[in-house]
């Protein structure tokens, strides 16, 4: 059971990223997937939830319309796509998998857990 988290990069303010989720090892579309980000000496904090079914989205106050989460179940991937990135943005992120079908907002209740991407917004 292994999640992977891809895409990050070094971006200017106002840029766009789109980050990636693989699994491997076991079905996605069983799972509510959240991205969460750490920035440098702070704790780890919610970005974005999608339902199993992709039919429930929710998103932390600091992202809510720059940033959509997506899932294709039959590439076994999800995404999130970072539109008008800001320097706040810069953190790791990293995606994890619930079995609440519509996911949460609360990282201790998610079973599984990808590497972290690096995502640097900097002009």
């Known amino acids: 059971v292994q999640l992977q988290a891809s895409g990050g990069g070094l971006v200017q303010p106002g840029e766009s990223l789109r980050l990636s989720c693989a699994a491997s090892g076991f079905p996605l579309d069983v799972y509510a997937i959240g991205w969460f980000r750490q920035a440098p000496g702070k704790d780890r904090e919610f970005v974005a939830t999608?339902?199993?079914?992709?039919?429930?989205?929710s998103y932390a106050d600091s992202v809510k319309d720059r940033f959509t989460i997506t899932r294709d179940n039959a590439k076994n991937t999800l995404y999130l796509q970072m539109d008008s990135l800001k320097p706040e943005d810069t953190a790791d992120y990293y995606c994890?998998?619930?079995?609440?079908?519509?996911?949460?907002?609360?990282?201790?209740?998610?079973?599984?857990w990808g590497q972290g991407t690096e995502v640097t917004v900097s002009s």
């Open positions: 999608i339902s199993w079914s992709g039919s429930y989205t």
């Open positions: 994890a998998a619930n079995t609440n079908p519509r996911g949460s907002p609360y990282l201790e209740s998610y079973d599984f």
